[in-house]
Structures are given as C-alpha cells and as structure tokens.
C-alpha cells in the first residue's frame, strides 16, 4: 500500500519493532460498565472508569506496541501511556439502539477526526455491525456512512481502522451452533466488501472467521466443523483482502486467543497482528473493584504483563510484518 509520508509515520507508530501491529485496547465502555458493576452493584461512576483505563495503560503499554482508548473515559490513560506506545482513538458511540432495526452506527456527537487526531491519536478506529445479508436499505446506510468516515480520515490524513462485527439480523445469539455454521461467510464477505477503494480504509480490524468452541479438537461438545474446515476458513479469510487486517480477541481467554492465532498461522492467514482487548486485563477487574488501585496494579504487572508478553511471543511466530511502502 502506498501512503502519504505523515500517514506512514502514524502508521509507523502503531507498530513494534517486528512491524507487527501488537495493540491493546481498552476502549470499552459499556461493556467495562458491565464487568465492573459485577463486583460493584451500588453503582459504577465515570471516575471508575478513567482510573482502570489509566492503571492498565501506564502499567500495560511498556509491552505493547500502541493502545486503543476511547475519548470519553480514556484520555487521561492516554496522557500515562508509555512513550513509545502508538495510540488509536474510538470514534464510535458505544453499542447501537435496540429500538431501531439494523444496528446503525453512530459518532460521538462532541468529537471529529480533526479533534481527535488534535488530541493525539495516531490512528482513528471505528466500529462496525454489519450483516452481509440483511436489507439492502440497511447496508446501503452503512455503506454510505463508511464511505463519509473514509474521507474524513482521508482528509486529515490519518490511518482509518475499521472495526468489523458480524451479526445475524434473524439471531440475536451469536453463540449458537447455528450462528458459527454461517459466521465464516458473514466475516469473510464482509471483508471482501469493505476491502473496496471507496472506504478509504487502511486496517480492517476483525473476528476470526469460526467460533473456536465449535472446532474439531478445540471442543468436547457439539463441532460445527471440522479442523480442515476451519482451516479452509482462515486461508479464505486472507485472501478476502489485500488490506492489512488484525483480529480482535471478542472476550475469549488468553489461552484460546493465543491457540487460535496458531491455528491461523498454519492455516495459511497473513494476519498482521491484533487488537486484543478482554483476553488480556479482564481477570484485573475484579481486584481494581474488590482491591482497590493496589491490587489492580499488581495483578496488572504480573499476569497482566504476562499475558501480553506471551501474546508477544505468539504474534512474533505467527503475525506477517507489515511493510510500509
């Protein structure tokens, strides 16, 4: 890919040494709500919040090659983030309103690339539900929106990583057996569309194309394919693209995340590195809630650093370098 020399330096930025994009994110915001208020049922606080992202981004980012932050809670993490560590920020609102159909996205109403590359980011990151099969009407508003978002970016010449999410419109529990029989071609047409000229995209940010727990070997319950299957599905995945593309960790523990970018590997997907969120500092929650700032700092410095630094260790063996042209 050919960039302008300001986009190949924030590109730049966003890798380590390796050229591999090794971020971590914590742009989490209604979902964080969530797991805080599980050790905390008298109610979370904005405060709770900024001071977690701050904890995992000053005790983290020395480990990590960039950190993916969201401008309503995560900007004073960012000010604490090490030197070297890229930053993205989130330009979505979190979640989508149930009452309308179709999952349409939306920006933070306060915000602008413009404001957001002021405010230091090195990269813009969006998030996107999308159904490749639902309603013309409905993706074509998606289509549209993109299309705006790319330009925007374009035109602050800032790097546009587009988060990809897939959805079933007729299922709502993407933890079925059903939904993982047709998650491949919901991910990996998805792919294939936005991979298009017209979204100015540069990184496409997205899930593995199979639910793990439904793979040959990697489950004692019910397969929904099989090894050669699943493998089939990353190497298609690979070729759904000629963009750079990273993959998000959707919650998974450490350990499965880490297997599966293995299994990635031999399947012959040129992934060029991740986005890993939950899988890495989620196991802290709990003792910033129930510990306080003590604990979460040394559950962050032990098995928080050793998450990422095995993860480091995977991606060296398994993430393709991206060459900057």
């Given at each position: 890919?050919?960039?302008?020399?300001?986009?190949?330096?924030?590109?730049?930025?966003?890798?380590?040494?390796?050229?591999?994009?090794?971020?971590?994110?914590?742009?989490?915001?209604?979902?964080?709500?969530?797991?805080?208020?599980?050790?905390?049922?008298?109610?979370?606080?904005?405060?709770?919040?900024?001071?977690?992202?701050?904890?995992?981004?000053?005790?983290?980012?020395?480990?990590s090659s960039s950190i993916l932050l969201d401008p309503e809670y995560g900007l004073p993490a960012a000010k604490v983030r090490h030197k070297n560590a890229g930053l993205?920020?989130?330009?979505?609102?979190?979640?989508?309103?149930?009452?309308?159909?179709?999952?349409?996205?939306?920006?933070?109403?306060?915000?602008?690339?413009?404001?957001?590359?002021?405010?230091?980011?090195?990269?813009?990151?969006?998030?996107?539900?999308?159904?490749?099969?639902?309603?013309?009407?409905?993706?074509?508003?998606?289509?549209?929106?993109?299309?705006?978002?790319?330009?925007?970016?374009?035109?602050?010449?800032?790097?546009?990583?587009?988060?990809?999410?897939?959805?079933?419109a007729n299922n709502d529990d993407s933890s079925t057996i059903e939904f993982a029989k047709?998650?491949?071609?919901?991910?990996?047409?998805?792919?294939?569309?936005?991979?298009?000229?017209?979204?100015?995209?540069?990184?496409?940010?997205?899930?593995?194309?199979?639910?793990?727990?439904?793979?040959?070997?990697?489950?004692?319950?019910?397969?929904?394919?099989?090894?050669?299957?699943?493998?089939?599905?990353?190497?298609?995945?690979?070729?759904?693209?000629?963009?750079?593309?990273?993959?998000?960790?959707?919650?998974?523990?450490?350990?499965?995340?880490?297997?599966?970018?293995?299994?990635?590997?031999?399947?012959?997907?040129?992934?060029?590195?991740?986005?890993?969120?939950?899988?890495?500092?989620?196991?802290?929650?709990?003792?910033?809630?129930?510990?306080?700032?003590?604990?979460?700092?040394?559950?962050?410095?032990?098995?928080?650093?050793?998450?990422?630094?095995?993860?480091?260790?995977?991606?060296?063996?398994?993430?393709?370098?991206?060459?900057?042209?």
């Amino acid at each position: 890919m050919q960039f302008s020399n300001a986009k190949k330096q924030l590109m730049q930025n966003l890798l380590n040494d390796h050229g591999i994009i090794a971020a971590l994110a914590i742009d989490q915001r209604g979902a964080l709500k969530k797991m805080i208020t599980k050790y905390k049922p008298s109610g979370v606080k904005e405060q709770d919040l900024i001071d977690y992202k701050k904890l995992v981004s000053q005790v983290l980012t020395p480990y990590s090659s960039s950190i993916l932050l969201d401008p309503e809670y995560g900007l004073p993490a960012a000010k604490v983030r090490h030197k070297n560590a890229g930053l993205l920020l989130a330009y979505e609102k979190t979640g989508y309103d149930a009452t309308v159909k179709g999952r349409l996205p939306d920006l933070l109403s306060v915000w602008s690339v413009r404001r957001l590359k002021d405010a230091g980011a090195d990269a813009i990151k969006f998030l996107l539900y999308y159904d490749i099969d639902e309603e013309k009407y409905i993706n074509e508003q998606k289509h549209a929106f993109i299309e705006r978002l790319g330009a925007e970016c374009a035109y602050y010449d800032i790097p546009f990583y587009l988060e990809l999410v897939s959805y079933d419109a007729n299922n709502d529990d993407s933890s079925t057996i059903e939904f993982a029989k047709v998650k491949p071609h919901k991910v990996n047409d998805m792919m294939k569309e936005f991979s298009k000229p017209c979204y100015k995209i540069d990184v496409l940010k997205v899930e593995v194309p199979v639910n793990m727990k439904y793979v040959e070997g990697f489950t004692d319950g019910p397969v929904a394919y099989s090894k050669q299957e699943a493998a089939n599905y990353f190497k298609q995945q690979s070729e759904s693209t000629h963009l750079p593309f990273i993959f998000l960790s959707a919650g998974v523990s450490a350990e499965l995340f880490q297997q599966t970018l293995f299994f990635a590997k031999e399947s012959g997907s040129r992934f060029n590195g991740v986005l890993c969120g939950r899988a890495t500092w989620a196991n802290g929650v709990e003792q910033f809630v129930v510990g306080g700032e003590k604990a979460a700092i040394q559950w962050l410095e032990t098995q928080g650093r050793k998450n990422i630094e095995t993860l480091n260790e995977v991606l060296a063996k398994t993430a393709t370098p991206l060459k900057l042209a």
